[in-house]
């Protein structure tokens, strides 16, 4: 069955410290593949997305991703966490079959940041 | 220039009742697709509608029902509700330039529906 995975539900980092969220899709051809943020009580807003091409993609916030298509992953990571980054993270994915932009999303990571 | 909204942002009602929440896309957008986010979950794919007709459909019950006006505005109807159907509705519009695929989504803050 399609999925995505996001295998760690809470992850708490220190201010400053690096950042790697995991994120796992199973699929048979390349996705197009998303990560998302959803801050408490806000709608999700598009961090970098990733379609064809180099497989290290640059977002916003100083975000960057890279498909690993041998490991069917899609990893999100940042240099150097801000408080502001505490937030829920989804890893999301259009099927290459599909015929219309339904987009497939991860349960979500929790990020929380320690002073 | 505006973001995609939605109304109302909260909403209570019982079981058996219907509900109607309402979407505008961002302004020259054609396509709006609703989701349904449940508490402690990813948010999941009800409908997409571009040019008034129904694009994609996920796998949700008959007591679903959405339809998009010539503005392109967006209403999604819920019949008899279920204690389940409590959950954040998110709705996403897109420029949608013939791949749907690729298209990025901007979401709007969503409306939380309580059933009680």
């Known amino acids: 069955a399609q999925s995505v995975t996001q295998p760690d539900i809470h992850i708490t980092v220190s201010e400053g410290a690096s950042l790697e969220l995991r994120c796992n899709y199973s699929y048979g051809a390349t996705p197009y593949l998303f990560w998302y943020v959803q801050s408490p009580g806000q709608g999700l807003q598009l961090l970098l997305k990733y379609f064809s091409g180099d497989t290290l993609v640059q977002g916003i916030k100083g975000f960057e991703a890279e498909f690993k298509r041998s490991q069917s992953s899609f990893n999100l990571r940042k240099p150097s966490v801000h408080w502001s980054d505490a937030a829920e993270y989804f890893c999301a994915v259009v099927p290459g079959y599909s015929s219309a932009s339904k987009i497939i999303f991860g349960s979500g990571t929790r990020l929380s940041i320690r002073p | 220039d505006a973001g995609v909204t939605q109304s109302p942002t909260h909403l209570i009602k019982t079981r058996g009742q219907h509900v109607t929440l309402r979407c505008s896309p961002i302004s020259g957008h054609k396509s709006v697709s609703w989701y349904q986010q449940v508490l402690g979950q990813g948010p999941q794919f009800i409908f997409q509608y571009y040019e008034k007709e129904e694009r994609g459909r996920g796998n949700f019950p008959d007591r679903f029902s959405a339809r998009q006006f010539p503005n392109y505005s967006s209403e999604l109807n819920v019949n008899a509700l279920l204690l389940g159907d409590s959950a954040l509705y998110l709705c996403?519009?897109?420029?949608?330039?013939?791949?749907?695929?690729?298209?990025?989504?901007?979401f709007g803050p969503g409306t939380r529906l309580l059933v009680l």
């Open positions: 996403a519009s897109s420029a949608t330039q013939g791949t749907f695929r690729s298209e990025t989504q901007y």
